[in-house]
C-alpha cells in the first residue's frame, strides 16, 4: 500500500467517525440542544460516546465531549484514555479540553473549530498547552473532517 492510500485510508476512517458524532448531534439537535456529537475510539471500537445535553440536564457539564469521556472512563473502568481518539464535531471548550488533557487522550478530530471559546484555536489553547508540568504532550490534533457538514448542523 502506498502512502497516499494510507492517507485516504486514515481520511475515509476519520470521515466514518466523523459521520456517527453528525448523526449523534443531529439527535442533540432534535431535542432542542446545541448540535454537538462526540465519540471516543479506541482501536477501531466506540468505547464511548455523548450528545450536548446541558439544557435537558440544566448542567452546563453535559457537553458532548465530557458525555463520551464519561461513557469511556466507566467502559475502560479507567481514567486513562491515552490509548483513545476522540471525533467531536465541533472543536471543544476550555472545560472539555482540560478533561481531555487530564485523561491524557491521544488524539483530538475536530469537524469545525471556534475561535471564542475552543481549546485550540481561541486565546486559552489548552489542548496544545505545554506549560503545565503534570499534562503528558498536547494530543495530536486533526481539524476540519467533514467541516461543511458540520458547520450546517447550526442551520
Request: aromatic share 4%; net charge negative.
Given at each position: ?21 453528525i ?33 435537558m ?24 484514555l ?54 503528558d ?14 458547520r450546517?448542523?447550526?442551520?
Amino acid at each position: 500500500m502506498s502512502t497516499s492510500d494510507n492517507t485516504s485510508d486514515k481520511l475515509n476512517t476519520h470521515e466514518a467517525y466523523m459521520f456517527k458524532c453528525i448523526e449523534l448531534a443531529l439527535r442533540a439537535k432534535a431535542q432542542g440542544e446545541s448540535p454537538v456529537g462526540s465519540i471516543i475510539v479506541q482501536g477501531t471500537e466506540i468505547i464511548g460516546q455523548g450528545i450536548e445535553s446541558n439544557k435537558m440536564h440544566n448542567d452546563v457539564t453535559f457537553h458532548a465531549e465530557i458525555e463520551a469521556i464519561r461513557r469511556a472512563t466507566e467502559n475502560l473502568k479507567s481514567q486513562d484514555l491515552s490509548s483513545c481518539i476522540m471525533y467531536t464535531t465541533h472543536e471543544p471548550c476550555i472545560m472539555c479540553s482540560y478533561v481531555i488533557r487530564q485523561t491524557k487522550i491521544k488524539a483530538v478530530v475536530i469537524g469545525l473549530t471556534n475561535k471564542e471559546v475552543g481549546g485550540l484555536s481561541s486565546k486559552y489553547a489548552l489542548l496544545a498547552d505545554s506549560s503545565i508540568a503534570k499534562w503528558d504532550k498536547s494530543p495530536t490534533i486533526i481539524t476540519g473532517i467533514l467541516e461543511e457538514e458540520c458547520r450546517k448542523l447550526a442551520n
